[in-house]
């Protein structure tokens, strides 16, 4: 992983007052349960032999049931997939730095709302067991728009549910579907690598900002109050 800092913040023309976080990978690390569970369910539903998760890798961010579609996979999967997520959320874990990010943002006056490729009950359930939930005005799951990402609807329903303009926000993502999605909402797509994954493919679409640490994302973030 690239540890340089972040890229420049040129494109910051005014303050921002509203972050649009994506979950998986952005907030928290869920890679070691997300392969658990999409083995166990591969297995059950499909049968023996080797689970694709590299290829389901390469499309997180992205709704589960989409996901199967685009690999060809039954959508029975998901409900063994969602069983043992749940079962294995304690394994879930919050990356070094976010709690501090998200406290001093919310000091800062900014509003922060969750965009996920999870379904909204199960991003909430995740959230509100690692202590996390309280920390978002909003977190909204991909089953709760009509499209999810890459389209931009997502990202505008935070919008509109914090009553903000595209101009104030940004997406923090890292995944190339959160950046496509911010881009159509009209907000700044910042890439977060900060995750253990090869982030090649990610910067090769030009995010706006790069991050390699969770609190480089204050640097874009000055106090509103």
Same mark, same amino acid.
């Given at each position: 992983?690239?540890?340089?800092?972040?890229?420049?913040?040129?494109?910051?023309?005014?303050?921002?007052?509203?972050?649009?976080?994506?979950?998986?990978?952005?907030?928290?690390?869920?890679?070691?349960?997300?392969?658990?569970?999409?083995?166990?369910?591969? !297995? =059950?539903?499909?049968?023996?032999?080797?689970?694709?998760?590299? =290829?389901?890798?390469?499309?997180?961010?992205?709704?589960?049931?989409?996901?199967?579609?685009?690999?060809?996979?039954?959508?029975?999967?998901?409900?063994?997939?969602?069983?043992?997520?749940?079962?294995?959320?304690?394994?879930?874990?919050?990356?070094?730095?976010?709690?501090?990010?998200?406290?001093?943002?919310?000091?800062?006056?900014?509003?922060?709302?969750?965009?996920?490729?999870?379904?909204?009950?199960?991003?909430?359930?995740?959230?509100?067991?690692?202590?996390?939930?309280?920390?978002?005005?909003?977190?909204?799951?991909?089953?709760?728009? !009509?499209?999810?990402?890459?389209?931009?609807?997502?990202?505008?329903? !935070?919008?509109?549910?914090?009553?903000?303009?595209?101009?104030?926000?940004?997406?923090?993502?890292?995944?190339?579907?959160?950046?496509?999605?911010?881009?159509?909402?009209?907000?700044?797509?910042?890439?977060?690598?900060?995750?253990?994954?090869?982030?090649?493919?990610?910067?090769?679409?030009?995010?706006?900002?790069?991050?390699?640490?969770?609190?480089?994302?204050?640097?874009?973030?000055?106090?509103?109050?």
């Amino acid at each position: 992983m690239n540890t340089e800092p972040a890229t420049s913040t040129a494109l910051i023309t005014t303050p921002k007052r509203v972050v649009v976080f994506d979950l998986d990978g952005v907030l928290v690390d869920s890679f070691a349960v997300m392969r658990q569970a999409f083995t166990i369910a591969y !297995a =059950e539903v499909v049968g023996p032999g080797p689970a694709p998760f590299e =290829e389901y890798n390469r499309h997180l961010g992205r709704y589960f049931p989409d996901i199967m579609r685009i690999m060809g996979l039954p959508l029975a999967m998901e409900q063994p997939f969602v069983r043992e997520s749940y079962r294995l959320s304690r394994e879930v874990h919050v990356f070094d730095g976010i709690r501090e990010l998200l406290h001093t943002l919310r000091a800062r006056g900014l509003r922060l709302a969750v965009a996920t490729g999870k379904s909204g009950r199960r991003a909430r359930a995740l959230l509100d067991e690692l202590g996390l939930l309280s920390m978002f005005d909003h977190v909204i799951g991909s089953d709760e728009v !009509a499209r999810p990402k890459p389209a931009p609807d997502i990202v505008l329903r !935070a919008l509109d549910l914090l009553g903000a303009d595209p101009a104030d926000a940004m997406m923090v993502g890292d995944a190339v579907t959160d950046l496509r999605s911010a881009w159509d909402a009209g907000v700044l797509a910042v890439a977060a690598t900060w995750a253990d994954f090869d982030d090649t493919e990610l910067l090769a679409t030009e995010p706006d900002v790069v991050l390699r640490r969770p609190l480089d994302l204050l640097e874009l973030c000055p106090a509103l109050v």
